[in-house]
């Protein structure tokens, strides 16, 4: 770790601890404005039959564009509406089946309030998040998330900090309790997150990896060690699976097994493979999933692992540097 020797003219820690402590304490605050409302809000979005619509302008669109997506990968459907976009057609994206969550600082927002006639023909329901209950906002909506009257973090009280802090707090716990109430699982998490390192840990099968790679090695057992090895060099694998005459897995060989073995004879190489080979090798079926071969590989302290199929027989070859780019 390098030590910071430098000096400052000035040391702004004090503002930077300042500012932290005065956010957290307005998130911790909000536990004591947490009421029914709140309640009646998760209610309303677990029996909406359409999408969640997140709205808002500047900064609180900027919050509103976060809690969107946490909802939208933690199974509650939702999309983000500009509200000038709304007013231009993309109004025609809400259904009378949406919840609507509005978020306005001042809950006087002029182009969330210019939404609110279409909204109301539509037949969407409103939430509103402000931190004045008697705004305009506020009294159009079918439900009031008031984030109390925090002093916001900006000396000049002007740029919205404290404020979009605990909106963006509130919105996540909303979030997490949906979540929980809809028994959100990690394998559904995967499900929205494909890509991700969870995804492929969760999604991401033993065949599907062998599919990618290629690699499969294949020897009879009756074959000599010599071709075994050929092959095993071919594909660059440091072991090979070997079959019976019905193409079963019967053991597995690796360059360990041959080099062992010629320490002991410069014969071996006209061995026969049935000679050399464990034969009570550490197999995956190709369904299990990916993350379990890693699992077995770490177990047995082994570097590749064949995947077989329902009828016992190799399909792929896994090494552990395939699973280990893949992130598992």
Known sequence: MLLNTKTYSQDYTNNVIAVLEKEAQAILDLKGAIGHAVNDAIQMILECHGRVVITGIGKSGIIGRKINATMASTGTPSFFLHPSEGLHGDLGMVTANDVIIAIS????????????????????????????????LAIKSDIVLCIGNAEEACPLGLAPTTSTTVTLALGDAVAIALLQARNFQPEDFAVFHPAGSLGRRLLLKAADV?????????????????????????QGMGAISVVDERQRLVGVLTDGDIRRAFAMSVDMLSYAVDELCNKQPVCIQAEELAAEAMGLMEKHKINVLPVINSENQPIGMLHIHDLMNLGL
């Open 105 to 136: 600082n001042s809950g006087e927002s002029e182009e969330v309030l210019n939404l609110i006639p279409s909204i109301k023909k539509i037949g969407a329901k409103m939430i509103a998040i402000v931190k004045n209950p008697l705004s305009t």
């Open 210 to 234: 062998t599919q990618t790679t290629r690699k499969n090695p294949i020897v009879l057992h009756s074959d000599s060690v010599k071709e075994a090895l050929f092959l095993m060099t071919t």
